[in-house]
C-alpha cells in the first residue's frame, strides 16, 4: 500500500489492489480510517472519524487532489 504522503496526522494512500476501482485515496490516522473519491472529491466511507475531522480531511483531499490524481495514474498506469 504505497503511502503517497503525510500530512500532519493523516497517512494518505492507496492500496495496490484498487486498480479496478475510480481513482480515491484512504487516510489513516490512529485507528480511525475515511476513502475518498478523487473525482470529484467525495466521502466513500468512514469508520470512526467524525464529522468536524472528515471536513478537514476532505479539505486536505481537495488541495492535493492533482497530486493524488497524478500519483493514481503513474502507479496503475492511467
Not at 480510517?33 to 468536524?52: I, M, N
Not at 487532489?65 to 496503475?76: A, S
Request: net charge positive.
Amino acid at each position: 500500500m504505497p503511502t503517497l504522503v503525510q500530512i500532519g496526522p493523516y497517512r494518505f494512500f492507496f492500496y495496490a489492489g484498487d486498480r479496478h476501482e475510480p481513482p480515491h485515496i484512504h487516510v489513516e490516522r490512529d485507528d480511525k480510517v475515511a476513502k475518498f473519491w478523487l473525482d470529484p472529491v467525495r466521502l466513500q466511507s468512514s469508520r470512526g472519524v467524525s464529522s468536524k475531522e472528515l471536513n478537514q480531511i476532505r479539505k486536505l483531499v481537495q488541495e492535493n487532489q492533482e497530486l493524488f490524481q497524478r500519483r493514481w495514474n503513474e502507479y496503475f498506469g492511467h
